[in-house]
T-cell receptor, first 111, second 118 residues
Framework: RKEVEQDPGPFNVPEGATVAFNCTYS??????FFWYRQDCRKEPKLLMS???SGNEDGRFTAQLNRASQYISLLIRDSKLSDSATYLC????????????FGSGTRLQVQP | GAVVSQHPSWVICKSGTSVKIECRSL??????MFWYRQFPKQSLMLMAT?????????EQGVEKDKFLINHASLTLSTLTVTSAHPEDSSFYIC??????????????FGNGTRLTVT
């Protein structure tokens, strides 16, 4: 079983749509959770951290369910510029540990 | 702040040659640097973790004699791909964690190096 699993997509949605991505992780010791965005042939860029209580940043909402080891990202009012691959990322446990990346979910927003 | 500079951005080399990739933290001291590799349509896979002044810790399946990592200072880490072969062609990305970063902080990434071995 992969440490971090995501649906690879692609998700093709029209502009203005609301789209949700899900992610599950296997390491119950993971303490930190993030969503990164990666554009084609570029490095990943942090989109947002994910907190236990859920958090929102503009059109983006992230949720964490520790009991189910499940993370979600909701994008409202999709823009063309949201087209990218979204990576679910968790740390390997407590302390100064490396991050484990999911393989990403590709989003294509169409005009 | 927290800028990580990686060079070169891309390199094409012949099979059997060695390639050095540099990763610099420009405005902070990086106590830990991570080297990742990403093949097309796949996830970033951690290759090794290096702490300043000590030997790197390699992930299972990564050959330490082939991928030489040096982290001699708090602002510079290098990855040398020795005797490169076409199967080493990939996107290599470094990331760093600074002295002020907590263990749960996100990483600062370099812009990546696309290596093509012909």
């Amino acid at each position: 079983r992969k440490e971090v699993e995501q649906d690879p997509g692609p998700f093709n949605v029209p502009e203005g749509a609301t789209v949700a991505f899900n992610c599950t992780y296997s390491n119950s010791a993971s303490q930190s959770f993030f969503w990164y965005r990666q554009d084609c042939r570029k490095e990943p860029k942090l989109l947002m951290s994910v907190y236990s209580s859920g958090n929102e940043d503009g059109r983006f909402t992230a949720q964490l369910n520790r009991a189910s080891q499940y993370i979600s990202l909701l994008i409202r009012d999709s823009k063309l510029s949201d087209s990218a691959t979204y990576l679910c990322v968790v740390n390997r446990g407590t302390g100064r540990r490396a991050l484990t990346f999911g393989s990403g979910t590709r989003l294509q927003v169409q005009p | 702040g927290a800028v990580v500079s990686q060079h070169p951005s891309w390199v094409i080399c012949k099979s059997g040659t060695s390639v050095k990739i540099e990763c610099r933290s420009l405005d902070f001291q990086a106590t830990t640097m991570f080297w990742y590799r990403q093949f097309p349509k796949q996830s970033l896979m951690l290759m090794a973790t290096s702490n300043e002044g000590s030997k790197a810790t390699y992930e299972q399946g990564v050959e330490k004699d082939k991928f030489l990592i040096n982290h001699a200072s708090l602002t510079l880490s290098t990855l040398t791909v020795t005797s490169a072969h076409p199967e080493d062609s990939s996107f290599y990305i470094c990331s760093a964690r600074g002295t002020r970063d907590r263990g749960d902080s996100p990483l600062h990434f370099g812009n990546g190096t696309r290596l093509t071995v012909t």
